[in-house]
């Protein structure tokens, strides 16, 4: 027998072929005590049995001992038990059929008996359907702000200059340190691992080639894409989501205004023109971290690495990488402009969204890297 404190608690005998639950006492908030606990200790044990569940000897039952038999009644049935209630008076049945009223539904994928592989694929399926809305979102969101592009060709006198230059700024100028930083620390690392493999075969001046070539063509575009992702794509997530919880965007509508071309147009294109630029500037940034290790480690000199870096460097790949930037550019914005309408009304959204936005744009770069490389490979470029 479990009993609380206060007098209310259960029993659990054998009859005939069933358990009978015999409850007691009285059920209501201020006199449950542990009861809570010892059911959850007791019933959760209980697999595909059948119970009868008796009240007879229950005096009082308030809405917080009713919810407390409703919750581990369904508990029981998704356990695979047959329950029948018995000994609840009129009140009480009365007060089980309100609370039932308002209850939710039951969750899809969580039904009495349901099956992991049943779950597992009602979560795939819940995941796809998800990632397709998004998708038809997404193609609807570039098509809008298409449109608007073609209207402002149109009549150029419309377009923010102002905007733009100031986004330049933001999403240019001001993230120069860390591009600096970076693109600095990917030329020592490639000239270290460089550095240890050439040095067994003597081959010390071929890591200027090395260097060269993957900084200016691969990993310059790549790394400076992945901190603007990182850096400017979450911002318009964050700033466009601030926007519209407070119904900022809302009113640019009543009025009139076209968000399109006051908040999505201006990052874009901004982010369009600095990106190719702070990828010339990455260009530079890695060569010299990786001529700063060549002299210390590898004995070059700088004129040998300069002279060197002339003779193997064609203009074609500092041109291939720089060409990278207005596309991996536009995915960033887009899909940060484009999460920060999906902010919902509340903070915990922004957060969110922003996540995903940085998510899915480096995911997206590396994906236009990944076709880049066979498309070139495939001209021969």
């Excluded at 006492?25 to 010892?38: H, I, K, M, V, Y």
């Excluded at 039952?61 to 609840?88: A, I, T």
């Excluded at 539904?105 to 992991?116: D, I």
Aim: with cysteine; proline share 3%; aromatic share 10%.
């Amino acid at each position: 027998m479990t009993e609380s404190p206060s007098g209310a608690g259960i029993r659990i005998l054998a009859h005939e072929k069933e358990l009978l639950i015999q409850s007691f006492g009285q059920w209501r908030a201020e006199t449950l005590g542990s009861l809570p606990r010892d059911l959850e200790k007791r019933l959760t044990r209980l697999q595909g049995k059948k119970l009868l569940w008796d009240f007879s000897r229950v005096a009082a039952m308030d809405s917080s001992g009713m919810v407390l038999l409703m919750h581990y009644l369904d508990s029981l049935r998704g356990q695979g038990c047959e329950v029948e209630l018995s000994g609840l008076r009129e009140d009480q049945q009365k007060l089980q059929a309100m609370i039932d009223g308002y209850a939710p539904p039951p969750e899809v994928g969580k039904k009495h008996g349901e099956s992991r592989l049943f779950s597992l694929l009602v979560t795939t399926g819940e995941a796809v359907v998800g990632a397709w809305r998004d998708l038809v979102s997404f193609l609807a969101f570039l098509g809008e702000d298409f449109l608007v592009f073609l209207q402002l060709l149109w009549r150029p006198w419309r377009m923010r200059w102002g905007a733009i230059v100031k986004n330049i700024q933001e999403a240019g100028v001001r993230a120069l340190p860390i591009i600096t930083l970076t693109s600095f620390l990917i030329g020592v690392v490639i000239a270290y691992q460089g550095a240890v493999q050439l040095q067994k075969f003597g081959a010390n001046i071929f890591v200027v080639d090395m260097i060269a070539i993957s900084v200016t063509r691969e990993l310059a575009p790549l790394i400076t894409a992945i901190v603007v992702a990182g850096r400017t794509g979450s911002s318009y997530t964050a700033q466009i989501g601030v926007m519209k919880i407070t119904q900022e965007i809302d009113a640019m509508r009543i009025m009139g205004f076209e968000p399109h071309r006051f908040l999505v147009l201006p990052r874009v294109i901004a982010v369009m023109i600095a990106l190719p630029l702070m990828i010339f500037f990455a260009d530079i940034i890695g060569i010299i971290g990786g001529m700063v290790v060549a002299n210390i480690h590898l004995n070059i000199s700088w004129a040998e690495f300069i002279h060197r870096l002339q003779n193997v460097l064609d203009v074609k790949h500092v041109w291939i990488g720089i060409a990278k930037g207005p596309f991996f550019a536009w995915l960033i914005a887009m899909v940060g402009c484009f999460r920060g309408f999906q902010v919902s009304r509340n903070t915990e959204s922004i957060g969110r969204y922003t996540t995903i936005s940085v998510v899915n744009a480096i995911f997206l770069v590396i994906a236009c890297d990944a076709l880049f490389s066979v498309v070139f490979t495939r001209l021969g470029i």
